[in-house]
C-alpha cells in the first residue's frame, strides 16, 4: 500500500504538505500509521499544476525521506494544485515508470491500493485500453492501467463515471481469473482545475483517506492519514466520490457495478 496527498487551493509551497507537519508525507514514507505496509520506500513523485495546461512530474526510485532535490523542490515551488505520492509496490518492479502520479495531457491521477490477481489478467486489461492513449502505457502496474482504461472511457469528461466503469470491469475480471482482495483503493484525479477523490473496496476494507479546509490558506488538503492527531480531518466513507473546487467539496456514492 501507498500514501498520497493532494491540495486545491490558494497557492501554498509544497512542503506545507510534503514536508512541513508533524505526520508529513515524507515522514509516512518511512512511518505509515494506518497502513498494511508501514515503509513506503519504493519511489515517490509529483505532479503540479502552474502556467500551463499540463502538469509538471518529478518521480525518482529513491525513498523520499533521502533525496534532498525534493525537499528543495517542495521548499521552492508555490502552486494551488498538487499530487503527491510515495509508493510502497505490491508486486511490480521499481522504476521511475513505475511511479505516481501518471499524466495524459491535462490529467493526472495517483493510486493507493490494488486489484487482486492482476497479474493472472494484465494483458486483457491492457487490451481495454484506446490506441489513442496505448502509447501513455510505460509501466508494469495495475494502477496505471486502471488509469488509462478510464482514460478511454472518458475520465477527462466525465470522472465519476468513467472510473465506476473500469473499476467494475477490473473488478470482474478479478473475480473471474485473480485472487481476493479484489479491489481496494483511494484514488486521486485532477484536470487541472478540479481535484478529485475516491474511496471504495470490494471488502469493508478500503484503504484510510481524510479531507478537511486547510489551514493555511482556502482550499482543500486530501490524505492518505492526517498530519497530526488532532484537528478537524474528517474521513472519507468508502463507496465514495468527492468533487472539489476552491469553495466547495461535493461528495456522491460510487458503486461499480461488478
Same mark, same amino acid.
Given at each position: 500500500?501507498?500514501?498520497?496527498?493532494?491540495?486545491?487551493?490558494?497557492?501554498?509551497?509544497?512542503?506545507?504538505?510534503?514536508?512541513?507537519?508533524?505526520?508529513?508525507?515524507?515522514?509516512?514514507?518511512?512511518?505509515?500509521?494506518?497502513?498494511?505496509? #508501514?515503509?513506503?520506500?519504493?519511489? $515517490?513523485?509529483?505532479?503540479?499544476?502552474? /502556467?500551463? =495546461?499540463? +502538469?509538471? %512530474?518529478?518521480?525518482?526510485?529513491?525513498?523520499?525521506?533521502?533525496?534532498?532535490?525534493?525537499?528543495?523542490?517542495?521548499?521552492?515551488?508555490?502552486?494551488?494544485?498538487?499530487?503527491?505520492?510515495?509508493?510502497?509496490?505490491?508486486?511490480?518492479?521499481?522504476?521511475?515508470?513505475?511511479?505516481?502520479?501518471?499524466?495524459?495531457?491535462?490529467?493526472?491521477?495517483?493510486?493507493?491500493?490494488?486489484?487482486?490477481?492482476?497479474?493472472?489478467?494484465?494483458?486483457?486489461?491492457?487490451?481495454?485500453?484506446?490506441?489513442?492513449?496505448?502509447?501513455?502505457?510505460?509501466?508494469?502496474?495495475?494502477?496505471?492501467?486502471?488509469?488509462?482504461?478510464?482514460?478511454?472511457?472518458?475520465?477527462?469528461?466525465?470522472?465519476?463515471?468513467?472510473? #465506476?466503469?473500469?473499476?467494475?470491469? $477490473?473488478?470482474?475480471?478479478?473475480?473471474? /481469473?485473480? =485472487?481476493? +482482495?479484489? %479491489?481496494?483503493?483511494?484514488?486521486?484525479?485532477?484536470?487541472?482545475?478540479?481535484?478529485?477523490?475516491?474511496?471504495?473496496?470490494?471488502?469493508?476494507?478500503?484503504?484510510?483517506?481524510?479531507?478537511?479546509?486547510?489551514?493555511?490558506?482556502?482550499?482543500?488538503?486530501?490524505?492518505?492519514?492526517?498530519?497530526?492527531?488532532?484537528?478537524?480531518?474528517?474521513?472519507?466513507?468508502?463507496?465514495?466520490?468527492?468533487?472539489?473546487?476552491?469553495?466547495?467539496?461535493?461528495?456522491?456514492?460510487?458503486?461499480?457495478?461488478?
Amino acid at each position: 500500500m501507498c500514501r498520497w496527498a493532494a491540495y486545491l487551493g490558494d497557492p501554498i509551497f509544497m512542503a506545507d504538505v510534503i514536508s512541513a507537519p508533524q505526520n508529513s508525507l515524507i515522514v509516512q514514507s518511512r512511518m505509515a500509521l494506518e497502513s498494511v505496509t #508501514e515503509t513506503n520506500a519504493d519511489g $515517490f513523485g509529483l505532479a503540479w499544476y502552474g /502556467h500551463k =495546461e499540463e +502538469p509538471g %512530474i518529478y518521480h525518482d526510485v529513491l525513498p523520499a525521506w533521502s533525496d534532498a532535490n525534493l525537499i528543495s523542490l517542495a521548499e521552492q515551488v508555490q502552486t494551488g494544485l498538487f499530487l503527491a505520492h510515495v509508493r510502497a509496490s505490491t508486486g511490480t518492479a521499481t522504476s521511475r515508470d513505475n511511479c505516481h502520479p501518471f499524466h495524459c495531457g491535462k490529467m493526472s491521477f495517483m493510486h493507493n491500493g490494488q486489484v487482486g490477481g492482476f497479474g493472472a489478467f494484465r494483458k486483457t486489461a491492457d487490451m481495454m485500453i484506446s490506441d489513442e492513449f496505448y502509447h501513455h502505457r510505460k509501466g508494469s502496474t495495475d494502477s496505471e492501467s486502471l488509469f488509462l482504461v478510464s482514460m478511454s472511457h472518458g475520465l477527462q469528461d466525465n470522472p465519476r463515471e468513467a472510473l #465506476e466503469r473500469t473499476v467494475g470491469e $477490473f473488478e470482474r475480471l478479478s473475480r473471474a /481469473h485473480g =485472487e481476493t +482482495p479484489h %479491489i481496494r483503493m483511494t484514488a486521486a484525479i485532477s484536470d487541472g482545475t478540479r481535484l478529485y477523490a475516491v474511496r471504495y473496496a470490494s471488502d469493508e476494507h478500503a484503504p484510510s483517506l481524510y479531507y478537511r479546509k486547510s489551514q493555511h490558506s482556502d482550499g482543500w488538503t486530501v490524505v492518505s492519514e492526517p498530519f497530526a492527531s488532532c484537528g478537524d480531518w474528517q474521513q472519507i466513507a468508502s463507496g465514495t466520490f468527492l468533487t472539489f473546487e476552491k469553495d466547495t467539496a461535493i461528495a456522491e456514492r460510487f458503486a461499480p457495478n461488478a
